[in-house]
């Protein structure tokens, strides 16, 4: 009986997983839709009331809903008129105090992890982390920079560590170059080794050259 249970939640534990991830993003979406219809409310007459509480009744409108704003707001954004609009948006933004420290830091994280020109997690690497002789998966952001950089007279690049098995949480570091073990696996193959805790382990490829934001000299592999 215990191994058909276990082989039974095996079966569906994946599945179930992936099911309550979607509820829980699609009512995120409901959720950021209903705060859009309720400001709607505040600006609108009170004939188009009668609308807004239909549209709140219908299911799944709000992913729709959300993803047409980004789109639209995505295509407005990519041409002239629309970055100056962005501009001057920021620089409202950056006016306000304790604002402006919230939404700058987290400006620059999604400008460097979802930018198309970014380099965060680009390359997978291993590195001995906690201790010497103990080893872990991490990931390359780049290097460091700013008063960090004048500290580091080696050459340095900036990882990050994932925990296991939620890899949205972890450990910034900075390490030297010569310390850092360059894998052939890509990003994706690296997270599933990562919240498999080392159970689907990827194939066995040749190390790409680690890149940085500079140009740096290849990785010496170890043995």
Known sequence: MKKYLIAGLLVWMPLAITIWLLAWLL???DGMFAWLLSA????LPT???AFIELLRRVP????????????????????????WVLKQWDRVINRIPIVKSIYSS???VSDTLFSSSG??????????????????????????GGEVALHLADDFVSVYVPTTPNPTSGFF???????????????????????SMGVVAPPTRTPQPLTSPTTQPPLPLRN
């Open 173 to 195: 570091l900075m390490m030297k170059r010569t310390d850092v073990v360059e894998l052939g696996m890509s990003v994706d193959e690296a997270l599933k080794y990562v919240i």
């Open 119 to 144: 380099n965060a997690f680009r390359e997978a690497v291993l590195v001995q982390y906690p201790r010497q002789g103990s080893w872990t998966i991490a990931f390359v952001t780049g290097k460091p």
């Open 106 to 108: 987290v400006k620059q």
């Open 27 to 29: 009512g995120v979406l």
């Open 47 to 49: 004939s188009a009331f």
């Open 60 to 83: 799944g409108l709000g992913l729709l809903g959300v993803t047409a704003l980004l789109i639209i707001t995505g295509a407005l954004v990519t041409n002239i008129f629309g970055q």
């Open 40 to 43: 709607a409310q505040a600006v």
